[in-house]
């Protein structure tokens, strides 16, 4: 992990419209299929983030003002040149994050279409008219911008989760400051200024780069009226609390350890292919990957465990650019020695390793790269480390049990509650499945049951604090506030004293 | 009125992606600006007609089964065509209409923006969801496209009308074929050639031209499922008892004789300017014109009319391609005789010919168009003839009342009911007249409140017949039919049986 | 059928709010169970039927303004009424339709359903509200009542299907006129009551009894602004095209012949006893009843041939008032006969009658009444009268296929598309079918899937004319009209003009 | 302040659906129109409030589990059951408030409005459906129940406030632990038990009567999901930090300073009128009171100080149970002592005491009660005491400024952001007013614009911490989580497979 400061450039920050490299502090961006950094990101301390702050403030007076339609607009022009231009982004991505580069055309695709729906703003705006609440008199509710809004956004999805906070608060009026995550701020900084270049005014929409002391400044600032998070659980429940206590509203997503079940009935080889996909994309560094599945009887138990072994023999690890590879390298150095802590931990604790990533190969050139191959546990226990954690790492355990109940009471009785899957053929099951599991986003035969952009994303339990989940409808209602008015005019006006209040010849 | 075939070329029909000309019957367009002709457009047959229903017969299931966020994209892509062709559009729009080009350009607006409001489909295509109807039995809506649809549409607006239909229709996962007026044919084929370039598939969208025996084809035929009308009211009746009678639904937009009031409080200089607008703008030919300006005392009244009468000497006549020009021609020889005849009969009924726009010149070369200047009325009394039917021209009434009382109970006695608006400070007087005025589309200080394509537009009394308006929200009901399921699974299945119906070794 | 005039009391109309007897013209009513009439029904000529007309049209406007919270309450009032006065209401039912008294109760609690969902009034006519569809203009949506609005019902639902339409119509606002069925007036007379009892004032519900002459005044009278019908196809599309004609929106329901199909793998017991109550409850005198059943596979053909045979056999047949009979005699000696028909036609185009119902024996003293025991046919096939006409009765048909898509296609392939089920526990077939079946209802193992109150009743195809459904959400927009309001006030008004108009010593 | 033991009675909690009398920790209640006491609330230790959380813990799967139609109606049933016990719930609302009869009366009407609007629950809780959200695949969402949820109620509306809460939080399924004022909590204690008596399930709604501990307890037990607050800025900032930390969902409405607006135009005679009720009413005991109004020119300014000296003067304040008299007492002595001492306040600081309410006399026998007249102070300026904070008695100060804008930024710069009212005949002043102003209810012409039942109460700034309002739709989304399922179903299922998987002897 060398970082040779000759050869590399700062990423800076986008303040009121222009870049700004903000050089007190800075730290090496890596490129994680080498190991090598060829660039620095600025870290911004307070001064700066509370001038991305005022810049916000003082242009939203005019924004939320423009009419919902034209703020739509910038949003439909932002989509064609986020088309344009997703060969340049999904580059970005792949060489500060690591995921092949299919896979970052696929989270800017989710992204766009975050970006798709807050475009249908003058439809999502519209507030609730009711006339003769009494007689003559109507009441009706508006549905207004906050202000400065503030977002803080992880490694894993750097081009989409920003995409999920800011265009929706764009469009509903407010004007935001996103703290994208350290480790990959490219992708993040190139399509804020893609933005501009859209339409939106310059201070609308700020970028700041940075770390605790920038966070710290969204979250106590008075100006900052509503805080989007997404990240880990500890820090999620800190941000919620911190950014409560400051008297703003915030929406905190947080970690994730999802359990499919594979009931009796399943068919074996689809969910197989569905699972490699889960588990594995993007080195399972999302937070609806599938670490964990549930076999409900020993017989597709031993089948999908077969399945899977086969399908990961197939697999082919490498640097991200390579279209020919499935899987690249975890994010960072740091983090690679975690997940394969993990793999060692679950070994020691007694799971059955059945496939071991750990000595993986990959291209010459790329011997220092972060890179872990899939591994796959069968017998893995509640109670393990491997169980207990999230590891987002390429790391797949098996757990079996003998009845659906039982595989509900382990999912309900696990911390988070973000995604979880069913497979089967079987209405009821099903149903009494996505009815009473504790878990915020359910899929039925779909491994990855990520709310299209015109629903919302959000888990139970410890994966999100907050009223409102992230993107789609309840987007709205979280970067707005509910005006109320209601309204009554005095009988005796214009109307009837028409011809007596003014002059007439007749 | 000359017509050198020699010169022409044939204006065909669109049937299943492809351009037909069908030749047996055709019909001379003209330029209204010089009353020359260098086009026909085909009228097409039954059969021809039915070649179409059929096409969209057959395009229908794939349409249909095409998730709805595929085809809003389509229409986000056909607004950008439409955004980039606009001046070809307009200059259609102006050699057949006879239109200014800045107002085709704002025709063409409008209807770029029910291609917008088409695009949030995903949005707008949302069913109810209720679970636990009972104990274990949900039940939802879903709003499922009809099949073929089809539309009617007249000469005054040939861009923006066919646009409130077909878009909405098509995202909602029906077929459509229209027939446009045979006045002006060339923009909406025009149009609907970039459809097929957006992405919408043969036979999804298709265009025939014709006259009554398209019309009736269109309206007999058990294919087609509903129909949408745009045109005078007494063809809008018959066009619904038609439909009705074979089983269509059918929504039929009509006539209007849109009344402005004029309250003594309003501020009279912003009144004239926006009457201006309202009464002359596309030469009067717009179902939301203001041709009836109630005064409400005699001082307004008086003070109106003296602002009209100066505001028309400023006014410039002549071909619409001239961007200097205020006014074009009227549409046809015929409905230029009309007008004038109108004219005439006011001047004879004893109304006060305040400005006389009878002999209006204009440039050299455009001695044979069909121009009528301004022309301004005072003095205007219900039973009048002018007063009472629809003329579709640059001529404007002032009508003298003592009271708002007398002017809603004018309004409310007339035959349409269409748009209607209010010049008043007064938040009781605006509030009263548009609770209470029987009028579909009401404006307070907005002369021509043609809703947004987010809200949806239609009349009262004898201006619309159907159930639902045209375009936005409405437009998803009548382009969709409801269908309800409920749901309930049978108890003892997979769930419970899982670990005796499988084998299992543990 | 004897009608012994002395012993007989004339069931009158009910007009502002006071019993009208109108003598002119009267018709016996029947008990089907005995065969016997103890009272007449007035017929109301043009002339009566234009005083309901005029007596709503009178009550309009105050109930118009009457807030909508108000009139909710009304509807709450009447639910209470309902609930206490059920037994009677029950008995009145049964006395005239013949119907058993639990199925009586189970009809008025549906009414009573559609009461409380009108009592949900403010919530539902809540209109849309757009701040700044340009600068500083608003424009908002109000779903305005129609005025005058009629329903025509029929005789099989004599309490349910009048409370699908009134109590809706009215808390929008309307007035309303009711024609209900003269075989079985009593009941609906009897709740107008209560509804007058709860607070609806005089002339704001009216009811008068009749025949074609009495239909078609409401169809014709240009004051009647919306009809509402619930019978046959024929007569349906009959009103359709009349109510079209003369210029009023109508949704009319037609008839049906709703296919069950029973999948290889549903529960064969459930699907028996389902089955029970959808073909032979009420005598099958509902347009949602199950008299065919499509077995997919001769192996759940026979088990439910056979379930169905032993069910059949412990069946009791006799008088509705008597709580221990399973099912009432028919409701008139024409349908008797017409229905008896039906069955001797099955037989002789040869389906196998494995239950004949013909000669069922009743208790003592009901010789006379209309009735006809339980018949089930096996080998019915496509083309058999029995197959493609709605019969009525308590007579179920067995087809047998192959495939679930041949079952489809039988389904789509009929005249109806009103309500269908599947039976099923597999996840796929259900939503296969439910997605794309023709059919406006679609029960998934629910053998009657009437919608619930909150959501809106209709069928596909020839089952129903018009845009939207009966009852739930769709009758608020079917009993009223959209009126936009877009709204810009001048600038220089009292607000920056405080200071200087107005006389200050400051 | 005497509190005899002797005479006294305990007021208990409701727990698990029996009254519970917690004896370790008792505080006398006192009638506020005598100074006496006759009667004590048991304070509830953490024992007590975990028993209560315990018993709503154990209620919830079957409460949740209820369909929503069998929830509502249980509200429908409590509507009629307060209707007839309103005299009762008014006097017991008297007896510990003081506020005069008709107020108390007026108080409940609102709660009942609210219970009516929880009892429209199934149209409430309707999810959003798409179909083919991709191929196939079918997304919708269910607005699911939180379990445990909470309530901290303050004394100005004892019955009122609980009952914005815990009607919507149990028909969205929810169970409930409420923590009434200690001042006043004999009418909430009554109301909960008719609530029982509706059909509430023991548990499923729990009454604690109690101080900080049971407070805290609330906050912190881990089993309650949402807390909803109403009470003073500080504390409810405090619940907001508190409650967030431990991961709930809070919404906290905090103190009020509403300011009306009073333009040139206004007719001075109806806001004076309007004033008395909104200032006075409830001795000022209300978050939407208006303690201050803002007249627009001394014009205006001495005209209205004018009238309300002279209505003032005919105001008559005594003993609520006295329907004569229009002002009742303060609730507490302390709180006399406190708003006495803002008076004297503002009389130090140079505000000009028009009429001075200190030296009230009232009738006999109440010499002990904390009566203060209605006081009125001219010539108020920001940065008085009297100015910035909130009295809650019944003091109203008068401010004099040139321009609507300068009204509108004292009330902009105010820390509270709850309700505001504008006097104006003027469209544009209302529309401009009401857009920009930094308030969350505001009225035009209407003092006190609480929103109606079917929409939704909170402020802006300072007054509500938290995302969503109170009761009215936004109580929807605050005591339900969002859960999206995705679901596709494998193709190769018993559809196709039908005739080969299963034994056919076709």
Same mark, same amino acid.
């Given at each position: ?33 080498? &190991? ?6 600025? /870290? ?32 439909? !022009? ?46 999502? /705006?519209? #507030? ?5 609440? #009494? ?11 906050? &202000? ?24 509903? %009026?407010?004007? +935001?400051? /996103? ?30 780069? &940075? ?74 560094? !999302? ?35 390579? @279209? ?21 931990? %679950? ?20 011997? @220092? ?40 009471? /382990? ?28 878990? #915020? ?17 959000? &888990?139970?339990? !410890?994966?999100? +604090?907050?009223?409102? @989940? ?37």
């Amino acid at each position: 992990m060398k970082h040779d400061q000759s050869v590399t450039h700062t990423i800076g920050h986008l303040i009121d419209g222009r870049i700004v490299a903000d050089a007190a502090r800075t730290q090496p961006v890596f490129n994680p299929a080498t &190991g090598l950094s060829s660039s620095s990101v600025a /870290l911004a301390d307070r001064a700066t983030v509370e001038q991305a702050i005022a810049s916000a403030q003082a242009a939203f007076p005019a924004w939320r003002n423009t009419p919902p339609l034209k703020r739509a607009r910038v949003m439909s !022009r932002l989509k064609g040149l986020l088309e344009e231009n997703a060969d340049k982004i999904a580059a970005l991505i792949t060489a500060e994050h690591g995921k092949v580069l299919s896979d970052a055309h696929g989270e800017l695709q989710r992204g766009i279409e975050n970006v798709e729906y807050a475009s249908y703003a003058p439809e999502l /705006l519209k #507030g609730e008219h009711s006339r003769n609440v #009494g007689p003559s008199i109507d009441s009706w509710s508006e549905f207004q911008a906050l &202000g400065v809004t503030a977002g803080i956004t992880p490694f894993n999805f750097p081009a989409m989760v920003p995409l999920w906070m800011w265009p929706m608060a764009l469009v509903c %009026g407010n004007t +935001f400051v /996103l703290k994208p995550s350290e480790r990959d701020p490219s992708s993040v900084l190139f399509i804020a200024q893609l933005a501009l270049q859209a339409g939106v005014p310059p201070g609308v929409l700020n970028v700041v780069n &940075g770390d605790k002391e920038a966070v710290d400044t969204l979250l106590t600032d008075a100006r900052v009226k509503a805080v989007s998070f997404v990240g880990s659980t500890p820090i999620a429940q800190s941000i919620y609390a911190t950014g409560c206590a400051h008297g703003k509203r915030v929406q905190a997503l947080g970690g994730a350890k999802n359990h499919a079940v594979l009931m009796p009935d399943a068919d074996v080889n689809n969910a197989v292919s569905a699972l490699m996909g889960a588990a594995y994309g993007s080195c399972g560094e !999302r937070c609806m990957a599938i670490p964990l599945l549930v076999a409900v009887g020993d017989a597709v138990g031993d089948a999908v465990v077969a399945g899977l072994k086969t399908e990961i023999a197939k697999m082919k690890v490498g640097p991200g650019t390579d @279209n020919g590879n499935d899987m690249g390298p975890l994010v960072t150095k740091q983090h690679f020695e975690k997940v394969r802590a993990y793999v060692d931990s %679950g070994v020691a604790e007694g799971a059955e390793l059945v496939v071991d990533g750990r000595g993986v190969q990959v291209a010459p050139g790329h011997e @220092n790269g972060y890179f872990l191959g899939a591994c796959l546990f069968d017998q893995v226990r509640p109670g393990m480390k491997i169980y207990q954690e999230e590891i987002f790492g390429p790391v797949l355990g098996v757990v079996r049990v003998k009845t659906l109940q039982e595989a509900m009471d /382990l999912i309900d009785a696990h911390e988070y509650g973000n995604g979880t899957c069913i497979f089967t053929r079987d209405g009821e099951a099903a149903r009494y499945f996505s009815d009473h599991i504790q878990v #915020g986003m359910v899929g039925v035969n779909v491994p990855l049951p990520v709310p299209v952009a015109y629903h919302s994303f959000g &888990g139970f339990k !410890r994966s999100l +604090f907050g009223d409102l @989940n992230a993107y789609g409808p309840d987007a709205v209602r979280f970067y707005t506030k509910r005006k109320t008015i209601t309204q009554r005019w005095p009988s005796a006006g214009v109307r009837e004293g028409a011809v007596f209040s003014f002059p007439s010849n007749r």
